[in-house]
Each structure stands twice: as structure tokens, then as C-alpha cells.
């Protein structure tokens, strides 16, 4: 009854996102820049251009724009997976589905007159990119009187929109937690326990860690870190190969961020298990609930510290920096890895083992999975 509830709570916020209102503009291609595409053969080790697209076996495609030819247009980029934007050979943005510069900005931006462009994707399918010079012309309405005021509507921000649909569901979520299960969720977000490093008798959570409401805990924390998660990938600029880090509107950023949230969710599931196996194998007691009690209350701690921070950055002080949200994953990173140390110090107050097989059960539970993460994040070899 008590989930049924709360899923009614979340539902609910969901459909009064959803109200959006659409303007029409027409657009006219002024030129298919695809006719200009080349690319560096490493065996000629020159620069040729795209004849067959269909024997094109690279990553990279390039092009040259003048953007002083074209006032008053915008360069149109598409993909279907992202898709990393060079100018003159610096990284400036990483397309999800498609993308818009004013080639006046870029004009003015850069002194060159002649800008070198090149679209990068690991597995680049090129016949689902394309880049276009297209001008855009508002539609115009018909006045009924003579001194009709024309209201220009705001230029509509997707990420915008979902980020602020995704805080309002976690809020939700949060607000619904405390409602129901305010003992527990207390439990959870105590500092003190999260930090001690010392062991305390928490029967409460700890005697089943599968139960109902614990559940419900841990599927919070999966949405609050896939949040976080698609909030980085976007406003760091950071290229990921999967497009499930970069929505295209409301409706598919909420359906990524589900998909994200319930991949973690089961990393969870298999992380309980992991620790359940390797505690029996080292025959270590009833380490192996302490253990994931511990683990998901650090790591609820550490990104709910970090969506704080990214709110009253992007929010508040209103830091659009990709450079700043980087070094926010990387603090992320180190805390993550600060999390081993505290977890070893805890289960090493709960009971006389050693040292030397306290050190080999982390290194099967934490520390291998923990750089098997940062292999697949920063190499990506998927």
C-alpha cells in the first residue's frame, strides 16, 4: 500500500511536467555541408575527400566553413549518438541528437576566416550525421489591428526543462521517503554514522537489508545518481559513447534517466550479492550486511553532497564552466575512493581479524569493482 502510494506521488509530478508549448519557425538549407566532408587516411597520411560513404571506415569527419559567407544562419549538426564537435581542434561541445551555432558567433569568436571542423564518434555511423547552413525565419502573424504587439516567445532549453522535472521527482521522492519511513530515512542521512569510523548496532536497516523499505532507499539513490550522472555528461561536456547520458526532449530524458536509474539499481542488487558470497568465502560473519548497509549510506552521502553542489553552482551562482563540472566528478572519484579506507576502518573496529584478510576482502568487494568502474568510464570500450 505504502509503495503504491508512493509511486502515485512520483506519477503525479510526472504528468504536470509534461504541458509544453511548441512555436513554429521556417527553415531554409542554405548548404549541405556534406558535400565538403573529407577525412585523414592513415596509410596516405594526407587528407581525402568522402567519395563513397559506404567503404568510409573512420571515426572523424572534417569540414572547412567560412562563417562571414553566411550572416544571419545558423551551422545545423545531427546525429543519432553523440557525437564530439572540434573547431580548429579544440572539443566544444558533444552533440546528443542535433545542434545549433550562429555562424556570426563563430565569426566572431574566432579570428580565422576559414574554421576546420571535425565530427568524432568512436563507432561513427556516417549516414546517421549530417551538417547543414540553414537560416531561420520566424513565422509572422497576421495582425487584426493596426498596432499589433508581437510577443517573441523564449527560446525553449530541453535539458533545461528535464533538469528541473528531474529535481521535482527526487524532491517528491525524498518528501514521500520522509513522510512514510521518517526513522529510516534519518537512519540514512546521519553524517556521523556515515563518517565514524567506528562501528555502531543499527538493527533497524541492517537486519534485512532486502526488505520493502530498504528497497525503496536504495531506488531513490539509483534516480539521485543518474541524476547526477546526465547532469555532468551535459553541463561537463564530457563525451560518452551511449546516448542514454543526453536526452532530446522532456519525454526521453525521463525515460534515459529511468533506464540509468534501474541499470544501478541492479548494480545494487549484484553488489549485495558480490558481498554476501565474498564474506562466507572469507568467513567473515554477519560482516556482509554492516558492509552494504555502510556502502549504500557513503554513497548516498557523497552524491547527495554533489547534487547540492551542482544546484547552487548551475542554480545559484550560475557556473556554466564544462571545466568546473569535470573537476566536480573528479572530487566525486576521490571521495568514492576515500569510501574503501572508511569501510576497511569500520569493519576493522567490528571484530579481530587481520589486517592482511580484512585488506583481501575489500580488494574483492571494493576495490577491483571500484577500478573496473573507472576503466569502463574513462576508456569506455563499449
Known sequence: MVVRKLLFVIIYCLIG???ENSFAADTTVVKDLSHDWF????????YLPLVSRSLFKENTVH???APAQYSNSLLKITSDKPLSVFINNNIVDIVAIEAYYS?????RAYKDPILHIALYNKNLNIFSISAEVIRMMPSRPIPLVENVIVIKPRGENLFQNFMVGGLIVIAAFLAALYNYFPRTLTDFFKASKALSLRESDENLIKSRPLNQVNLLFYLYLSFLIALVLIFISNAGNIHMETSLFYPRSFLDGMWKWAKLSLILFGWFIAKLLLVSNMSALFRLGNFSVSHFINYMRLTLFIFTIGLLIIIFSYYGFEI?????????????????????????????STASYKILHLFSYLCGTEVIPFVMLLYLGLNQPF
Open 17 to 19: 511536467l509534461l504541458t
Open 39 to 46: 577525412f585523414y587516411d592513415k596509410s596516405s597520411k594526407s
Open 320 to 348: 556554466l564552466s564544462p571545466a568546473y563540472y569535470k573537476g566536480v566528478l573528479n572530487v566525486i572519484f576521490v571521495f568514492m575512493g576515500l569510501r574503501v579506507l572508511i569501510l576497511f576502518f569500520k569493519l576493522l
Open 63 to 65: 569540414f572547412d566553413i
Open 103 to 107: 555562424l556570426d558567433s563563430l565569426s
